[in-house]
């Protein structure tokens, strides 16, 4: 498996568009679809991929440890319980970050690699070090942007980056769009953001306020089987990303048609 | 004799006298040709001896073709009076003379016009002494710094300097003209605020002391 196994970056420059979010209901949805899925945090700063995962009391041994071979690396990933396609290999401490060389992040992706189809790797927001040991071990890469001014720009500058490292390809997944907002004009439009951003769009993620729900109880959007619009919109990412041919929702469709406004009703639990 | 005629060309040896003028003069006076070739071999020749030299040629109706010498001195001095000059690399050459020759080369060699193909992102920076010509766009947080013109197939978003060594008669073109700052030579504008129309190329210069922006010239 290790020649053909994807080793996929979900970078975005910016803080706080959804690299984490993305990066735990891609491995959720790829893992669904049958493929053995292993998702890294490279935010060794401020991981918290375990946390979105609901995992983080299952962790005994870390990156670090397998690094340092206090461990082997199957100590060291958890395996998801709902869905065991799907492991995470938690980040160390933040101290790492002191010593942690490109080549150690090589290695681990490298051991990854052996046994998982899918590695993707959660980078940490900005471009310092964290940002190069990750983009060092990776081969292609998933943007992850929102459309504002200032996270546009940052991805820009990721983008940059990444094709002087020879990552390809580079695709891009538009974050936390509202259709309402985007009409009316008070928000970048899609055309707008791919405009600059020349990339082939991955796919969009509504905004949808079940995300939040799901991120403060660990439990990934797409895992518990949920049908809000960001959850649909996650594993048609997921679909596209293994080759599957699935248009694009279209934001102004979004919430007119008659399916929407029942779910809407289910959600507000009146029954 | 320091100065004979040799292949075709006239040949200066390394230990000229004083009078090498007189023996110069006396050389060419003979000669009928209508041009001629300098091989100056080590000589050091200053401006006053290479004038003296052109002077006489061109008095007695005689084109320099070329002058080829080893010093990088007398090099200096020809091209700075406008001849044809090729240096010679010894083969025992110092390292000086070599670094010297090379920084000299790079200087009088390096005119062309400075290509880039791909689209600049934020960040990026791309500066050059010469003309600039981007094939992509500019992005916005992307800089572009010329010496001369500078000219983008594609859109420019970012900023873009152009005369950045003081020359204000450079000027900036792209097919979309939307910069966040236009600077030429030591002016500095802000860019336009409202999106231009598509399809018509622009450009802009100074005129007036200020930075305007036009539609592009096909001529200059």
């Known amino acids: 498996m290790t020649s053909d196994t994807r080793v996929i ?7 706080g568009v959804g ?9 959720i949805s790829l893992a669904r679809k049958g493929s053995p899925t292993a998702v890294l945090d490279a935010d060794f700063g401020l991981r918290n991929l375990d946390l979105l995962l609901g995992l983080e009391n299952r962790i005994v041994y870390t990156a670090q440890e397998v690094l340092e071979e206090t461990c082997r690396l199957d100590q060291a990933l958890v395996k998801h319980k709902q869905e065991p396609n799907l492991s995470l290999l938690p980040a160390g401490n933040p101290r790492m970050l002191d010593w942690l060389k490109p080549e150690d992040m090589k290695k681990i992706v490298g051991m990854l690699s052996e046994q998982f189809q899918y590695v993707l790797i959660d980078c940490p927001a900005g471009v310092e070090d964290g940002f190069r040991n990750a983009v060092a071990a990776s081969k292609e890469a998933i943007i992850v942007t929102n459309p504002e001014v200032s996270a546009v720009r940052d991805a820009d500058r990721v983008i940059g980056l990444l ?4 990552i390809k390809p580079v695709q891009l997944v538009l974050n936390r769009v509202r259709p309402k907002m985007m009409e009316s004009q008070e928000m970048l439009s899609i055309d707008d953001v791919t405009d600059i951003l020349a990339l082939p769009l991955l796919g969009l993620v509504l905004e949808d306020e079940q995300v939040i729900v799901s991120t403060n109880r660990g439990e990934p959007l797409t895992l518990i089987g949920s049908q809000s619009p960001a959850a649909r919109c996650y594993s048609n990412i997921a679909g596209r990303l293994q080759g599957e041919e699935i248009p694009l929702i279209d ?17 507000t639990k009146i029954f | 004799m320091a100065i004979n005629y040799q292949n075709k060309k006239i040949c200066f040896h390394k230990d000229l006298g004083k009078d090498w003028h007189r023996e110069f003069e006396d050389l060419i006076i003979k000669k009928d040709e209508r041009a001629i070739e300098l091989d100056c071999g080590e000589c050091k020749l200053n401006c ?3 004038d003296y030299i052109k002077t006489l ?20 001095s020809a091209s700075s009076l406008g001849l044809n000059t090729t240096l010679r690399l010894n083969k025992n050459i110092n390292k000086n003379t070599a670094e010297l020759a090379y920084s000299y080369k790079d200087i009088h060699n390096d005119k062309s016009t400075k290509f880039h193909k791909g689209t600049l992102r934020a960040g990026e920076v791309l500066e050059t002494n010469n003309d600039l010509l981007v094939v992509g766009d500019v992005n916005p947080g992307a800089k572009v710094i010329a010496g001369g013109n500078i000219m983008i197939w594609g859109r420019l978003l970012g900023i873009a300097h152009a005369g950045s060594k003081g020359n204000t008669s450079a000027s900036i073109t792209a097919l979309q003209l939307r910069p966040v700052q236009l600077r030429i030579a030591k002016k500095v504008a802000r860019g336009p605020k409202e999106k231009p129309e598509e399809g018509f190329t622009e450009e802009a210069l100074i005129e007036d002391d200020i930075i305007v922006i036009k539609p592009a010239r096909t001529t200059k």
Do not use: H, W
Request: a positive charge; charged letters at 20%; one cysteine or more.
């Open chain 2, 57 to 76: 040629c061109i008095d007695k109706n005689i084109e320099i073709i070329s002058l080829v010498s080893q010093n990088i001195k007398t090099i200096i």
């Open chain 2, 48 to 50: 006053y001896d290479i």
């Open chain 1, 19 to 27: 690299k984490t979010t993305l990066t735990a209901n891609l491995g």
């Open chain 1, 163 to 166: 094709n002087t490292n020879d």
């Open chain 1, 9 to 15: 970056l979900i970078c975005s420059g910016k803080g």
């Open chain 1, 251 to 267: 934001p102004s469709q979004e919430g007119n048609g008659l399916g929407d406004k029942f779910r809407r009703l289910m959600q």
